[in-house]
């Protein structure tokens, strides 16, 4: 739990990474001058010449100054390449790079698939929700794909179009530590990245473990829109990423 609470793609993780390189270069170089302060002041015999020892003391002055300028600049370089923080949820713009936020609208038919209704739908959620309850938050749909009228397709829809706690944790967290989360609160294995479309933002699959065996879940996110969809007798990753993102252009137009 607590692994899964920390953000290495967000900003403030980056800036610690950065830190994390900087402050040992830092201590190195300040033990490079502590075990070099005899050298560097090192006296000289009386018959030697002042002048000629002030500027050995300056040589060797300058040549540690030059090693932890060194020190420092690869340091430096290092931590420049290691920050490279992932945008917020809330920033996600579409493929195109315009700012996009798509209402979620779930079709009625969609490649294969007919959204339930009435008594069927009814039937779908007692059956997948056992008699757990969902949060308020999120609306549901059910879909059938052969028209034997049980659900073949579940989905949770959660959106900052109504739900402000959505916008404040998209404000702050990334769409990678999102499905993190997700994936994680699933117990989701072989979790993998797929072509997000011409909406941007993420889309991913995993394998979870249901009554009849393994199905496989897919999640899609952008800057407004959490969704979760549960494919009930898929079990090929990038067959149910394909439907989902199917879905996705379906459901925002």
Known sequence: MILASIDPTSQAYAAGEVIGYMLPA???IGVLWWLTRS??????????DPARAARGKRKRTWFIA??????????????????DPEPRAGETRAADGTEEYPVIVLPEL???????????????????LAGRKLPHSLRTGYYDQDADGSSDLL??????DWDPK???????????????????????????????????????????TGPDGDQTMCAWSDAANFVGVRHVRETDLATAARTTLALRDAATG
Not at 39 to 48: L, M, Y
Not at 110 to 128: I, N, P, V
């Open 66 to 83: 030059g090693v932890s300028v060194c020190i420092a600049a690869a340091a430096s370089v290092t931590a420049f390449a290691a920050y």
């Open 26 to 28: 830092a201590t190195g």
């Open 155 to 160: 989905v949770l829809v959660n959106s900052a």
């Open 166 to 208: 959505v916008a404040e944790s998209k404000a702050t967290k990334s769409i990678s530590q999102e499905f993190r989360n997700y994936f994680a609160g699933a117990k989701a294995r072989d979790v993998t990245r797929f072509d997000a479309g011409r909406h941007g933002g993420g889309l991913a699959c995993g394998h979870v």
């Open 39 to 48: 050298w560097r002041k090192e006296s000289t015999s009386p018959v030697s």
């Open 110 to 128: 969609f490649d294969r698939f007919r959204l339930l209704k009435g008594e069927d739908a009814a039937r779908a959620e007692s059956e997948a």
